[in-house]
């Protein structure tokens, strides 16, 4: 059974520092990794989706990178802002046609 | 365009009352999902629609949970005497085509049984 595992669950930062988000899963043979961000009462967005092939994908300040064989993901924030302030989820997809199982998420919170 | 909505956005019921909660998915998609949050949990998987091909039930966590799509487009979610511990926030999203593909999430309903 896929596990996936985000620590800390909690993270403050003051607004300007680069940082990084940690994902880690217990069984490699997945098909993709994506990673959504939430805003407290909101539903989820998408920021970065990573297949199984590729190491890394950027969008704008974001960047995440997948070890594959590690079990391991990674989101990179760069020059963080407030506005960064949510609740990251990453989640993976075991296989076609499967369900993605997510982490519980941290909460990041980017002080002015 | 438009994207996933749910209604309704919030709902408070009483213990053993059946509730039904609604999706619109994005017009166009065929792959829509149910995904329940409780506090501390996580995201719990509950039931896939793909096309029209038998929906995935194997996240539901009772007999009480059932879902239907009609017509390939809207979802209804239903849970019937529902009990505390179904509290939560019950999260819709559609894809495009298939599981995996980027899925968009509607705002959610926050359900409060008494």
């Known amino acids: 059974k896929q596990e996936v595992t985000q620590i800390p669950a909690a993270l403050s930062v003051p607004e300007g520092e680069n940082l990084v988000l940690n994902c880690s899963f217990t069984?490699?043979?997945?098909?993709?990794l994506q990673w959504f961000r939430q805003d407290p009462g909101k539903g989820l967005t998408s920021l970065l989706l990573?297949?199984?092939?590729?190491r890394e994908q950027t969008s704008g300040r974001l960047n995440a990178s997948l070890d594959k064989s590690s079990g391991r993901s990674t989101l990179y924030i760069a020059a963080s802002q407030p506005g960064d302030s949510a609740t990251y989820l990453c989640?993976?997809?075991?296989?076609?046609?499967?369900?993605?199982?997510f982490g519980k998420g941290i909460t990041l919170s980017v002080r002015p | 365009g438009a994207g996933v909505s749910q209604s309704p956005s919030n709902k408070v019921t009483e213990k053993g009352k059946d509730v039904e909660l609604r999706c619109d998915p994005i017009?166009?998609?065929?792959?829509l999902y149910w995904y329940r949050q409780s506090l501390g949990q996580g995201l719990e998987f509950l039931i896939y629609?793909?096309?029209?091909?038998?929906?995935?039930k194997s996240g539901l966590p009772s007999d009480r949970f059932s879902a239907e799509r009609t017509g390939g487009s809207v979802s209804t979610l239903t849970i019937q005497r529902t009990q505390q511990e179904d509290s939560a926030v019950y999260l819709c999203?559609?894809?495009?085509?298939?599981?995996?593909?980027?899925?968009?999430f509607g705002p959610g309903t926050r359900l409060l049984v008494l």
């Open positions: 017009s166009g998609h065929t792959a």
């Open positions: 989640a993976v997809l075991t296989g076609a046609n499967s369900k993605l199982t």
């Open positions: 990573i297949q199984s092939s590729q």
């Open positions: 629609f793909q096309g029209n091909s038998a929906p995935d």
């Open positions: 069984d490699s043979a997945i098909y993709n």
């Open positions: 999203a559609s894809s495009r085509t298939w599981t995996g593909e980027t899925q968009y």
